[in-house]
């Protein structure tokens, strides 16, 4: 295989152990590991294989994305939930820019339109920014490739930005309809430029590696040690999504706070310059990059051959056919599934339609990838607990005393949990447990990333019941207004109270959110990686749709409900997704 010229020093192996880099290898062999090497009793260890500098320009062009995503959609719940700041409003508010000021209590607005208009369009951003992958991951597998479609995506972006940016300007924002018609059209470009994007930046970077089966290398110490794929993947992608929220946290942290000092127009510029960066990065990397051509009908083929096996199995009667169908979750390819009836070594060539090119190893990779799908299907009700981020405890904040603090600073807690748990996670905490002999296997991680969000539902549902016990207004928190300046009356907690809510939730994405990503890329044929890929985000855009017909829950007095009920669910689908999936656990390619 090749070897980075930029891999890590010999030295990190002792901070490191689980990192391979090119000093510190003397002999690559070419011959895969045996099956004793690879599980038997004397089993050699297993370590990642180096990253190239190539990894780390895509995953920079991946925080300037995030900086500018966060950076902007931060903003949007103060956007249109409070008005702009009244003429002579509290000291340092400026009523042409939506600037809260430097007060206690001065939160910026623009529109007016109250917390449940506020979490409604956040809700539909979330939504239409996780249905437009489904499209470009298509156009991506089967036309123009992952760098050309990331390419068209940018550019779009950027078209959304400018029109955020025009919403805001003091001559724009003044004029409420006005205002509004200019902002939504600006979130529904930035959905289409940001969901082009997604699906296609995190296969991208992970195809730099060219690591695709286990490989032995052997140390200057003498010991032999297996370059795992599975620990590669895992390694890039935790440290992507390391890139993805140092972005996030100076993209929220600064806009929240030129959003307040200064006003609306500079919070949406400033994301919009740093992104005009990325078309740069993205020129310098286009011979440099490894890029997977088209697949042309791979998603077509799998369709097909999806049909093709269910005419076996087809019964009028549902649920005779549900009892007739093997469940192939987690079985091997060679025991009786689902697929048998479409691998083409058991259909007669004659009767094989003109379509069916593949072989049989091409119907495990779709059996795979449609198994994948099936784990996905539960990954909505974790969703739901983690979008809260977004609206619902942006608002909460702005119920509880903030001491000078932007309502929106908490929640980059988030990023900086991650910031700081991600490099512990895969560089200390996985290793340990792979040491001792326990399995950190994908099924378990996901599982208890659900419990974990659970868990901030919980606390976020507690804290609400004590902020309607203090607030002046009562169960009215969130409309609690002082007649004289506009300003909020706050409950006397602390805003920081919500701290453990957001360390949780962090916690949780990296067991399930990043697991997730992960494992749609270990188990996606390279033809449908893209689609795979979007199908995992895509769960996003089913929990926004949940989310939408529970906005009701969003607003006074119903908070406490709002934050059970989101718990609860994440608590039972953890439980269920456990239970139904925990056979894949006995599949050693997802061991990781």
Known sequence: MEISPHALQVEDLEKQPDLVSEKAVSVVEKDSPTEDELHGPNALRRVSAPIPWTVYTVAFVELCERFSYYGTQVLYANFVNHSLPQVNGPPGSNHNTGAGGGSAQGISGALGQGAEIASAINTFNTFWMYCVPLVAAWVADEHWGRYRTICVAVAIAILGHIVLVISALPAVITHTTTCFAVFLVGVV?????????????????????????????????????????????????????????????IGQIGMSYAEKYVGFWLAFLLPTVLFLTTPAVLFWGRRRYRQAPPQGSASLQAVRTFFFALRAHWLWNPVKMWRNTPNDTGSSSTSTTFWDSARPSNIDPSLRPAWMTFDDAWVDQVRRAFAACAVFAWLPLYWLAYNQLTNNLTNQAGTMSLHGVPNDIVNNLDPLVLIIFIPICDSFFYPFLRQIGVRVTPIRKIAVGFWLAAGAMVWAAVLQVYIYRTSPCGDQADNCIDPHDGSVRPSPISVWAQTGCYVLIALSEIFASITSMEYAYSKAPPGLRSLIQALALFTNAISAALGEALNRLSGDPLLVWNYSVFAVLAFVGGCGFMVQFRGLDDEDALTL
Do not use: C
């Open 189 to 249: 470009i930035m959905g289409v430029g940001t969901g082009g994007f997604k699906p296609n930046i995190s296969p991208l970077i992970v195809e730099q590696i060219g690591l695709t089966t286990p490989q032995i290398q052997t140390l200057p110490s003498g010991e032999r040690v297996i370059l795992d794929p599975t620990i590669t993947q895992s390694r890039i992608y935790h440290y992507f999504y390391l890139f993805v929220n140092v972005g996030a946290l």
